[in-house]
């Protein structure tokens, strides 16, 4: 009898290991050295929570990561609101002029580099004398992670039997009805998980964030980005560990979400 | 005035004309099944029906109003979709009552109404399950409650049976039948299946290419099609061309380059062309040993082909054989194995003698 591939075996255990490792040893690390008591950072000096109370204390620091939270909330609930509209759109509105034009654009910010789309916008937001701060760093991140909701939301859409609407309809729903208490309720999973995919997406860029934000208002990437660059200190690690708990929660609510959406019988969101 | 009248219906995707100048009339409480090769036009003619197309000619009218432009969900007709097309986030309850609700139907009625359709379907017990937690044949019964739920004038089927395997078809079509009778209502059932349509149907309307060829009772279907296609699209048939070269008394004398000379009885309406073909279905013909006795057609004329069994094929209720004409031509026969011990079996390469009446005989115009 052939062995099955997923058996228990040194060889398997030992790649296992270390692929896990390659992935999450330099995070562990960070995580570890975040409760590092030393005011060095390479150099360990017994267990202490010293850094994350010079974090809570420092004024600015909690603002960018204020700042930084606040775009995501506001950017990833516009993205979702557009994104999900043009899902639609893209995937029930097979007969409009120009469709293909209108996919390609709407997914041009997936290969467009960060810097050009970035650059664009500052010279945009400049042309127009609008003052740069946080609304310009929100349309910013809108127009960035719009696209990526329109993936999630529109794979979703497309693999959704078209006869559940006309069903809807059949049994007395007018098509606004049909879409609101039968479409809407199925593709709500790949909604959530757009949405979540926009505010990570927001929560961790720098680049268009440097180029559209203004004096007195930056988010914590770019905080973290200008301090690492006057030297690592320890309360940085400390930031870190708490940004990456609060992706590891968003990662098991889109999980559970994707969960749900399976024990409704149909295809998963992809994430 | 029947319930559904079908006048001059038409309706084109692009340069295809899926439907084409398509009348029909339908009354009430009748099993009627539509009829034809995939890509025939049926499903689109039972979706215009439904309101999910819109006809670009013709009108449609239901109880004397033409529903042709009225919204899907304004129309007194239902329909039970071919893969179901159950809500995969409402359990079996909420789909049967989905559509009272949408009528703003007073709730301890729709409770009454779902707990009568649960039963109607024998699903009861199942109320609170979610459609992913069926099998295929419990979802097909939801799909049905549902479907009838709401009373509707006409229930439309498309293609309700093809997601059962054989056992579970066939209990279905004496179920579907059943219910039919009992409550009277109009079923249109569209089918690719020629045996699902003959078993249920009281009539069928074949379509060939967005065309009603013919519309007639399982039986005038099978022993009177009006074509040529028809015949060999519904069961299975063997076909001699050739030349009508004498005719009087009801008798047609058809020269056959493939079986000779055949007489067949003449048939209404008669044949307006001499260049025919003679149609003549396996079970009706008949093979002996020797020449048949006269007496054995009674008055009829009989044909007699001679020829060398070539094939056998035992079915179990039925044996078919394929048999080599003195021409080459190949001529299939079917007979009932009537009796336990092969008596009456042939073999191949055995010489045999195939016969068959005139009147079993159809002319048809090719």
């Known amino acids: ?271 | 005035m029947p319930l559904l009248r079908i006048e001059g219906v038409a309706k084109s995707f692009g340069n295809f004309r899926a439907v084409d100048k398509v009348s029909l009339d339908i009354r009430a409480g009748e099993f009627f099944a539509l009829l034809g090769p995939s890509g025939c036009g049926k499903t689109t003619l039972l979706r215009m029906l439904a309101g999910f197309e819109t006809p670009d000619e013709g009108r449609i009218l239901l109880g004397g109003n033409d529903i042709a432009q009225v919204l899907p969900h304004e129309r007194p007709v239902n329909m039970m979709f071919q893969n179901y097309a159950l809500f995969p986030h409402l359990s079996v309850r909420d789909n049967i009552a989905f559509g009272l609700r949408r009528a703003g139907m007073p709730r301890a009625e729709i409770a009454t109404r779902v707990a009568e359709m649960v039963a109607l379907v024998k699903l009861e017990g199942m109320e609170k399950r979610k459609p992913d937690q069926l099998s295929g044949g419990q979802r097909q019964r939801v799909a049905l409650a549902r479907s009838l739920a709401r009373r509707p004038q006409v229930l439309l089927l498309d293609e309700p049976l093809a997601a059962l395997d054989k056992k579970l078809r066939e209990s279905t079509q004496g179920e579907l039948m059943e219910l039919q009778r009992r409550l009277g209502m109009t079923f249109i059932i569209v089918t690719h299946d020629q045996e699902e349509a003959m078993t249920m149907a009281g009539r069928i309307g074949v379509m060939d290419a967005g065309r009603l060829v013919q519309v007639a009772t399982p039986r005038n279907l099978y022993e009177a099609p009006a074509t040529r296609w028809i015949a060999g699209f519904v069961g299975d048939v063997n076909m001699f061309d050739g030349q009508v070269i004498a005719s009087g008394q009801g008798r047609l004398t058809v020269s056959t380059s493939e079986a000779g000379s055949l007489t067949v009885s003449e048939m209404w309406p008669p044949v307006t062309k001499n260049v025919v073909s003679v149609a003549i279905r396996p079970e009706k013909v008949r093979l002996s040993r020797r020449a048949p006795a006269l007496d054995e057609g009674g008055a009829q004329t009989i044909n007699r082909l001679d020829g060398v069994v070539a094939d056998v094929n035992y079915l179990g209720g039925v044996t078919t054989y394929k048999v080599r004409l003195e021409s080459g031509a190949t001529l299939r026969a079917s007979m009932a194995n009537t009796a336990r011990l092969d008596v009456d079996a042939y073999l191949a390469g055995q010489r045999v003698v195939a016969w068959f009446t005139a009147d079993d005989c159809l002319v048809l115009e090719q």
């Open chain 1, 1 to 271: 009898m052939a062995r099955p591939v997923n058996s228990i075996t040194r060889f398997n255990m030992t790649s296992l290991a270390l692929g896990l490792a390659f992935l999450y040893l330099p995070i562990v690390i960070l995580v570890i050295y975040s409760f590092n008591a030393s005011r060095l950072v390479t150099v360990w000096g017994g267990w202490s929570l010293r850094w994350y109370h010079e974090f809570f204390n420092d004024r600015a620091m909690l603002d960018a990561a204020w700042m930084s939270l606040s775009v995501a909330a506001v950017s990833a609930t516009l993205a979702t609101l557009l994104g999900t509209l043009a899902a639609i759109g893209l995937a029930r509105g097979e007969r409009f002029r120009g469709r293909a034009l209108f996919s390609g654009m709407l997914y041009s910010p997936l290969v467009m580099p960060e810097v050009i789309s970035g650059l664009s916008l500052l010279l945009l937001f400049v042309a127009l004398s609008a003052e740069r701060g946080f609304w310009t760093v929100t349309i910013a991140h809108t127009t960035l992670t719009m696209c990526f909701v329109t993936v999630v939301v529109q794979s979703r859409l497309s693999a959704l039997d078209r006869s559940l609407e006309e069903a809807a309809m059949d049994l007395g729903c007018d098509p606004v009805r049909a879409f609101l208490m039968v479409t809407l309720p199925l593709i709500a999973p790949a909604i959530i998980a757009g949405w979540m995919l926009a505010f990570t997406l927001s929560l961790d860029d720098v680049v268009i964030a440097s180029f559209t934000t203004g004096p007195g208002s930056a988010t914590l990437p770019i905080r973290i980005y200008s301090e690492v660059r006057l030297g690592v200190k320890p309360e940085i690690n400390a930031i870190c560990t708490l940004v990456i708990a609060l992706i590891a929660v968003i990662i098991v609510v889109a999980s559970f979400a994707s969960k749900l959406s399976n024990a409704r019988g149909e295809s998963a969101a992809p994430l």
